[in-house]
């Protein structure tokens, strides 16, 4: 890419509003790359050559995982309202969180995270539960995707996010919303 290389791209898309499917589409094919691609936010990485059939098939793939995202709305709490806790707020219907009176821009994907934690507290969740009740598939890729998102959220809504309040890690487990 002239001017910007492929995980600058990645990174201003992510840093943005909404949810937008990313495939990586590169000659840069050591593991090194492709795990370094999915961790800046990538939803699927692809190295030259391919074949067209492949190509087609991982897109199909994106859009059948957005379709999924759009026909599961958030999980809340039973009435369907806010969420609340010591200076969090989410409102699942608006999809709009605060953390002390100050609403944090979230994409899409940390906003489902954040509203699965907080509709569950203190239950302790695997990589790959979250994967199939946030992201709503049986995820391909690496588990991993799962401690990025977390560590992006974690740096938009906790004080300190070496000591998270809210979403807390239990290792060799998982991860859990605090009681």
Wanted: proline share 6%; hydrophobic share 35%; with cysteine.
């Amino acid at each position: 890419l002239p001017g910007m290389d492929g995980l600058s791209v990645c990174r201003e898309i992510r840093s943005g509003p909404g949810y937008v499917p990313v495939l990586m589409l590169t000659a840069k094919s050591t593991e090194l790359d492709r795990v370094l691609g999915l961790e800046m936010g990538a939803d699927d990485y692809l190295t030259k050559p391919f074949s067209v059939a492949e190509l087609s098939a991982r897109v199909k793939a994106l859009f059948r995982r957005v379709d999924a995202m759009a026909a599961t709305p958030p999980t809340s709490d039973e009435s369907g309202g806010e969420l609340q806790t010591d200076g969090l707020r989410i409102d699942p219907s608006r999809r709009r969180a605060f953390v002390r009176d100050q609403e944090v821009e979230l994409t899409a994907r940390e906003f489902d995270l954040l509203c699965h934690f907080a509709s569950h507290p203190g239950r302790v969740f695997s990589r790959v539960q979250l994967l199939d009740k946030v992201w709503g598939y049986n995820h391909e890729g690496y588990e991993h995707t799962v401690n990025t998102h977390i560590n992006r959220l974690r740096g938009k809504i906790e004080k300190d996010p070496a000591k998270p309040e809210f979403i807390e890690t239990v290792w060799g487990v998982g991860y859990r919303f605090r009681d």
